[in-house]
């Protein structure tokens, strides 16, 4: 897996309008729910009006207004099942259809005198936190405009004008219910909205995040790329060296020596490999083919390679993985393993354990990779934020990248990493977690 796919893998995450996409679509879906309150109540306080207060209102009118703002909520309900995502304009548009119908239907019921005039205000609230720049003022003059026309424009409504007389007065119990109505809908629908809106504000951060990160690593795989490239010179010239060393008879006749050049070739092949893996990691070395293999074969190898390459009393390795699974042996992957292992053997030199196990029951079969030892643990700080780079206990400079990098490698497998202390044995246990369908081979394929 080269680093360029994990920048890549996070192209969605990269793009902002995404987030604002959700948002859009949970706002839209909030006025939509308001709405359809709006149309009941607007039935229900046309039918008290019309039949128990017994005024004279344009009933059948005022009931096409209210089948018009049905029919809207209808569209607007079948355009958000589309998935397409809201634009602020479209926002401000649904919000201009609820002031018009807002309107018609104070022209049809006394203008300013009806005390429902002061629903505007939830439309302009409504705005303040949907809407962004010239849309939030252009409502509010909208609004305005649309007050100062009803107060000229409108059809009579009887009804007495008798504030004297308190909560007895039809006026005042139509302010108050006006009152009531903008006061439960502001702090129920504007809190709905304003945690949309930071719900969007997390993604965004978190995207910043991870642009951040996955850059990072972008440096570094160039970085380590170039340091490959300097060393591969240096390191052929001692495997040269070492080759003619061989063929020295006088050489190979002390037996201390002719052990110490076999040592010598053989961590200068190890050196030679691990620059190799580096620049495939890195995006590069693409003549090299990645082998096919299955799964059991390849961690048996990866931790019999560990083992004989390390120094440590006491490994353990148990694979249970079950029946096996062809697979392209990735490089990338068994570095990753390799880092969750030396980063245990560093916290316990003296015992380090490797389980190898299938799990079939979840949604997704998964090859899980746990790693096992008998250090000192986490710190609870370090569990906390587990994959956020520089965490570690080690006391020097650039320690804490191996975890992150091994989190960030399972995460664009689709995979994940967890965590935790042992207890009560003690020591830490980090678990790697990848869906088979991400390092198995497709079906029909045979290992070579």
Not at 115 to 135: H, K, N, S, T, W
């Amino acid at each position: 897996m080269p680093l360029l796919r994990i920048a890549k893998s996070a192209e969605f995450l990269r793009n902002p309008r995404a987030a604002d996409a959700a948002a859009g679509i949970k706002n839209l879906q909030q006025l939509i729910q308001l709405r359809w309150m709006a149309v009941i109540g607007q039935v229900f306080t046309i039918e008290v009006a019309h039949h128990s207060l017994r005024l004279t209102i344009p009933l059948h009118q005022m009931l096409m207004v209210v089948g018009c703002l049905a029919v809207f909520n209808v569209v607007s309900l079948l355009r958000l099942r589309t998935g397409v995502q809201v634009r602020n304009v479209e926002l401000f548009l649904a919000l201009l259809v609820d002031v018009a119908v807002l309107t018609t239907q104070l022209y049809l019921s006394g203008g300013t005198s009806n005390p429902f005039v002061f629903l505007y205000l939830l439309q302009i609230a409504l705005g303040a936190i949907l809407l962004r720049g010239a849309y939030i003022w252009s409502m509010v003059v909208i609004t305005t405009v649309c007050f100062c026309v009803l107060a000229t424009h409108h059809l009579p409504l009887e009804l007495p004008q008798d504030l004297h007389q308190g909560l007895s007065s039809l006026y005042v119990i139509g302010l108050l219910v006006c009152f009531v109505l903008n006061a439960i809908l502001v702090v129920v629908f504007i809190t709905r909205i304003s945690l949309n809106l930071r719900e969007r504000d997390a993604r965004l951060a978190a995207a910043r995040r991870r642009r951040v990160e996955e850059e990072h690593i972008v440096r570094m795989g160039l970085l380590a790329s170039g340091a490959a490239h300097e060393l591969g010179t240096p390191l052929s010239t001692l495997a040269v060296i070492l080759g003619d060393w061989q063929h020295d008879q006088e050489l190979m006749g002390d037996e201390v020596l002719r052990e110490d050049i076999e040592e010598m070739r053989t961590q200068v092949q190890r050196c030679k490999s691990i620059v190799s893996g580096i620049l495939l990691s890195a995006g590069e070395a693409r003549g090299e083919e990645s082998a096919q293999t299955t799964v059991r074969t390849f961690v048996d190898a990866l931790a019999d390679e560990w083992r004989t390459t390390r120094s440590i009393p006491a490994f353990s390795y148990r694979n249970d993985f079950g029946d096996d699974t062809p697979m392209v042996s990735d490089t990338t992957l068994k570095q990753m393993v390799f880092n969750v292992l030396d980063n245990a053997r560093d916290a316990s030199p003296q015992w380090v354990e490797l389980l190898i196990t299938r799990d079939d029951k979840a949604e997704v079969p998964a090859l899980c990779i746990t790693v096992n030892d008998a250090g000192p643990g986490f710190a609870p700080g370090m569990l906390d934020h587990l994959g956020e780079p520089y965490q570690s206990t080690k006391q020097r400079p650039g320690s804490g990248l191996g975890l992150y990098l091994v989190v960030n490698v399972a995460r664009t497998l689709g995979g994940s990493v967890t965590a935790r202390n042992r207890a009560p044995e003690g020591g830490a246990e980090v678990s790697i977690r990848l869906p088979l369908a991400a390092v198995a081979m497709p079906r029909g394929h045979r290992p070579v």
